[in-house]
């Protein structure tokens, strides 16, 4: 067996638990943490009831300005049409391309699988998870790629085998484990065929005719990426903790927890020492000895305890002993993850207009950045899409929505001040959300802006043509 099946194997394992805590993370899956064993037990089952998932906030906040507004051919409409109608649309790749960039930013990478489609004249788009699929780089560079692997678990009669797929820019090499046998060993894995040739006879590897991996990296940083919300962790679990034990204390408020104090020198107390049911019945209630008892529940009602010194009741935690801490551990969040506060408190007072765009600078910054990391693996995933359909050497360019949107009255206010100051009506669009296809259509071009100082410099009519005929006017001083 190849030293690269083994390795691929143990590689995409050994980074399976961290992909599966981003994923706890994010879907809010992670239980609350205990210190003590003893608490542990008691509580455990009650806490997990009781969860706020505040650690998906630094992902969504970033994954919904993390949209592509079009993928272009450059220079070429026919083939923009082509990557359009056999490639974006059948795939249904306005939905698939947002979800997928949502994973790549939820575990750090993202992997998307491009090969022929069932039928002639198809491309596939398939998205992969980081948990079964890996991309191995050349340990000098840690850019180019060598070769792709995925690893996944299948049950045939009853047994559990294992499966895994090496893909090379030249062949693709398929393995199964045999029946009953682990993958950590060489010795567990044998080729396995899935096709024949015109013969009838397996083929075994497969050929990659286009010379390329077929296997394309989504991914934050390099050369494996990392999760968006990573640094969100630990501000989640004391969160968690603070709100779940808030509210396993609830219970305390509603019904605090009483006591009655029993005097021993007391005699003839309340039914003469026999237990007594504390009910609540108009007509009073009777022990397990069917004894009667005077105490009745109902307004102005006055109970008489013989035989007790003192009542009372025990205070339950103040709910601000856990929310307020919690409210900070929730701010530790906004701050580690670079994610602006509003974002975790949306019912608060909203920045609007430039404080807004202060509070999302960060923010921005970081889409801005995940743009950038992300438009080459999709520009090659199109590229190789239209390279299967028989295009060769199409430069495809990915255009996004812009990191910051205009939302408010404010904002528009700032954008028509950008224009009076002479800003081009174009720039001055997009930088508000707007495609370049739309201000297309409306016809805004980049003519720049007039403005009064502009303006001022200009005529505010035509002048008049030269008039060669016309007389030299005489000085004043010449004349009698």
Partial sequence: MPSDLIHAVTEIREAFDDYQIAEDYYEGNVPEIFCNPKIRKLIQKTGEEYRFNFAKTPVNAVANRLVINAVTVRGNQAQTNVLQEQVWEPNNLTLNTAKWNLRALEYGDAYVFVWDGVEDGTVQVIYNSPKTTRIFYDAETEQIPQYAAKLWQESVADQKIWRCTLYYADRIER??????????????????????????????????????????????????????????????????????????????????????????????????????????????????????????????????????????????????????????????????????????????????????LIADSTLTKKVEDRQAALSTPWADIFEFSLLILGIKAATVDVRWKPAQAILDKEGWEIVALKIAAGVPKRQALQEAGYSAEQLDAWGITDEPAVTPQTAAQQPTQPLEPENTNRPEAVPAQATQ
């Fill in 175 to 356: 393995y199964v484990t045999k029946p009953g046998m682990g993958p950590e060993e060489e010795a567990s894995w044998e080729p396995f065929t899935r096709t024949l040739s015109d013969d009838g006879d397996p083929v075994w590897p497969e050929v990659n005719p286009y010379g390329r991996l077929p296997v394309f990296h989504l991914r934050t940083d390099m050369p494996y990426g990392r999760p968006e919300h990573k640094d969100a962790y630990g501000p989640q679990n004391a969160i968690t903790k603070q709100l779940a034990t808030q509210l396993t204390t609830t219970d305390y408020q509603g019904f605090p927890q009483r006591y009655a104090l029993m005097d021993p020198d007391i005699v003839g107390g309340e039914t003469n020492g026999d237990s007594i049911d504390w009910g609540d019945s108009d007509s009073g209630s009777t022990d397990a000895k069917g004894i009667k008892s005077k105490l009745t529940a109902g307004p102005s009602n006055v109970w008489e305890l013989h035989g007790t010194r003192a009542v009372g009741e025990f205070n339950p935690a103040d709910p601000a002993n856990f929310l307020d801490p919690a409210d900070k551990y929730l701010r530790y969040m906004a701050q580690t993850t670079d994610t602006p506060l509003h974002f975790f408190e949306p019912g608060g007072d909203q920045p609007s207009g430039e404080s807004r």
